[in-house]
């Protein structure tokens, strides 16, 4: 049995999230998977191109389809993935799932932490497969695909495994009646509510995936894989590996599938709309995902994470120029392709404190501005702290960025990608609007495009991100402060709209940044989306507890 051979790495994911502290079952350096990894990774992706994807178990197949295009080079993959029926992907998973539902938590969970055992062979060879179909630089490619998402999926097993649990298989339960008693048997089943569907997202394939997958799976239910047909083979190269796991151990691989479709035929809306689809879990932009907790019904169970618009709160600091330093590289970060990214700056026009006086708003936007400018001209930080725009469409909407009306304090431009000449690549555009000007940064603004917010004072700040969070949701709000009360305002204004601060964030740790195991990825509690990775919510939502009684004579 699996679970014996795993159950230490369970036991320590159990542990870790109930007490949120630093764990890593997968080590983020590539340097921990040996000297042969890196190399064979690679060449195993160049042996994928301008093929069929030949590994899936799905055997009943309509056509052949892709259309990724790699962010640097510009030039088509030329893999084509199965395109299956809807009718066909649910029935086959609806069987699936029979069989699956059957298996008790701990042989589930065995199974499924193989399949992350499994997975992390395949870390570099998904690492390049990320960095081109999303632009994430290799090293975010391999950090973000390989061992942060198979962390985050462990997360979600332990959280499955102890709630799974939290109720005994079988009690006795006798109640006292003067003379007699009356005695029954009770049994409590979890019982999981049905097929899965996950819909993934362009810039973060596999790890905005795994967890609800890894979530669906755990707790009994198929799951169904529907990635955007921009970025299909991370994706892709995963399931084929929990496929091979679920057969190698006796299960049928149906359990989880590809659901390939292209853009000019999409079938998210079919297969989001199925009766016998019970599960969904979205990532991506707020108009598709809001058509998707429209669907919400008691038949139906939606997880989503949305656009939010995330704000920074300047108020005072202890090292302006460490925190301009942070504050550019998390701009500039796949160069702002990231749901955590920070977009609108709250800067009171009086400036702001720190140990040798008061910094003029002005002199706040110029360091910010250098920066940035420093950071993204450095050979040995630009190129590959950017990365590459993963579509011309957000590549335009930046290029557009100074047509919104606001003062242009920055424009960005191509950075010169020395390996690959041809990347979409733009460097963060940094844009001054007045508090007034509602219209422009009242909206996501997706990609590396920066507004600085001049605001009265630090609480007309607090007003304006709490507002922003409220209604138009936000994941993540950073903050600089050395004022004990202030901190405590800025907590309590943001929380209430259920929206994490990151405070005084300098060094190498940055507010996009969310650990498993301990962070909890999105609040589920304002527009952003109505889920966490990974609280109990996430998990316990996916199945019904049961309780059948026998009496005893």
Same mark, same amino acid.
């Given at each position: 049995m699996l679970i014996a051979k795993h159950q230490n790495i369970i036991d320590k994911a159990v542990k870790?999230?109930?007490?949120?502290?630093? @764990? /890593?079952?997968?080590?983020? #350096?590539?340097?921990?998977?040996?000297?042969?990894?890196?190399?064979?990774?690679?060449?195993?992706?160049?042996?994928?191109?301008?093929?069929?994807?030949?590994?899936?178990?799905?055997?009943?197949i309509e056509s052949w389809h892709g259309e990724e295009v790699s962010p640097y080079t510009l030039q088509p993959l030329g893999i084509t993935y199965p395109v299956v029926s809807t009718d066909e992907l649910v029935k086959a998973g609806k069987r699936a799932g029979q069989r699956w539902s059957q298996l008790s938590v701990a042989d589930r969970a065995g199974i499924l932490t193989e399949t992350l055992e499994k997975i992390q062979h395949h870390f570099f060879e998904i690492a390049h497969a990320t960095m081109h179909t999303t632009g994430q630089s290799f090293m975010m490619s391999f950090q973000a695909s390989g061992p942060h998402a198979n962390d985050r999926a462990l997360e979600a097993i332990a959280m499955g495994y102890s709630q799974l649990q939290h109720f005994p298989e079988h009690q006795t339960w006798e109640k006292p009646m003067g003379k007699i008693s009356v005695k029954l048997e009770k049994t409590f089943r979890p019982v999981p509510k049905g097929l899965g569907?996950?819909?993934?997202?362009?810039? !973060?394939?596999? &790890?905005?995936? %795994?967890?609800?997958?890894?979530?669906?799976?755990?707790?009994?239910?198929?799951?169904?894989?529907?990635?955007?047909?921009? /970025?299909?083979?991370? *994706?892709?190269?995963?399931?084929a590996a929990i496929q091979q796991v679920l057969e190698e151990n006796g299960q049928d691989p149906y359990t989880c599938q590809l659901a390939a479709d292209s853009s000019a035929a999409p079938i998210t809306k079919a297969l989001s709309e199925h009766p016998d689809v019970a599960l969904i879990d979205y990532t991506g932009g707020s108009a598709f995902g809001n058509y998707v907790e429209s669907l919400a019904s008691?038949?139906?169970?939606? !997880?989503?994470?949305?656009?939010?618009?995330?704000?920074?709160?300047?108020?005072?600091?202890?090292?302006?120029?460490?925190?301009?330093?942070?504050?550019?590289?998390?701009?500039?970060?796949?160069?702002?392709?990231?749901?955590?990214?920070?977009?609108?700056?709250?800067?009171?026009?009086?400036?702001?404190?720190?140990?040798?006086?008061?910094?003029?708003?002005?002199?706040?936007?110029?360091?910010?501005?250098?920066? *940035?400018e420093g950071l993204v001209n450095n050979p040995k930080m630009g190129a590959g702290t950017l990365g590459a725009v993963q579509n011309e469409a957000t590549l335009?909407?930046?290029?557009?960025?100074?047509?919104?009306?606001?003062?242009?304090? %920055?424009s960005g431009a191509p950075v010169t990608n020395e390996e690959y000449a041809g990347a979409r690549? @733009?460097?963060?555009?940094?844009?001054?609007?007045?508090?007034?000007?509602?219209?422009?940064?009242?909206?996501?603004? !997706?990609?590396?495009?920066?507004?600085?917010?001049?605001?009265?004072?630090?609480?007309?700040s607090i007003e304006l991100a709490r507002g922003m969070a409220d209604n138009h949701g936000a994941i993540t709000c950073a903050a600089y402060?050395?004022?004990?009360?202030?901190?405590?305002?800025?907590?309590?204004?943001?929380?209430?709209?259920?929206?994490?601060?990151? +405070?005084?964030?300098?060094?190498?740790? &940055?507010?996009?940044? #969310?650990?498993? +195991?301990?962070?909890?990825?999105?609040?589920?509690?304002?527009?952003?989306?109505?889920?966490? +990775?990974?609280?109990?919510? !996430?998990?316990?939502?996916?199945?019904? &507890?049961?309780?059948?009684?026998? @009496?005893?004579?």
């Open positions: 870790a999230n109930q007490e949120r502290t630093f @764990y /890593a079952q997968y080590p983020e #350096h590539p340097k921990a998977y040996g000297e042969e990894a890196p190399p064979q990774g690679e060449a195993s992706f160049k042996e994928l191109l301008d093929k069929p994807f030949p590994r899936l178990k799905q055997k009943v569907l996950v819909i993934g997202c362009s810039t !973060f394939p596999v &790890w905005n995936s %795994l967890p609800g997958m890894y979530a669906d799976l755990i707790t009994g239910n198929a799951v169904i894989v529907k990635p955007h047909p921009k /970025a299909v083979l991370p *994706i892709a190269i995963v399931v008691p038949r139906k169970t939606v !997880f989503t994470e949305k656009a939010g618009v995330n704000s920074v709160i300047l108020d005072s600091v202890k090292d302006i120029d460490a925190v301009m330093q942070n504050l550019a590289f998390s701009v500039s970060l796949y160069s702002g392709q990231m749901c955590t990214a920070p977009q609108n700056f709250f800067i009171p026009e009086g400036g702001i404190d720190t140990p040798n006086g008061k910094i003029s708003y002005d002199e706040v936007a110029q360091k910010f501005k250098a920066a *940035i335009q909407r930046v290029k557009a960025a100074g047509e919104t009306g606001a003062k242009v304090l %920055l690549t @733009y460097s963060p555009t940094v844009l001054e609007v007045n508090a007034s000007d509602t219209k422009i940064f009242e909206q996501e603004l !997706f990609g590396p495009v920066v507004l600085l917010v001049k605001t009265k004072d630090t609480a007309h402060t050395t004022n004990d009360a202030v901190k405590e305002k800025i907590a309590d204004a943001m929380n209430s709209v259920f929206t994490p601060v990151s +405070f005084n964030f300098t060094g190498f740790i &940055w507010v996009n940044q #969310h650990a498993a +195991f301990s962070d909890l990825h999105v609040s589920g509690g304002n527009p952003a989306g109505n889920a966490s +990775f990974t609280n109990p919510e !996430f998990i316990v939502k996916r199945f019904v &507890w049961v309780g059948n009684r026998t @009496y005893v004579d």
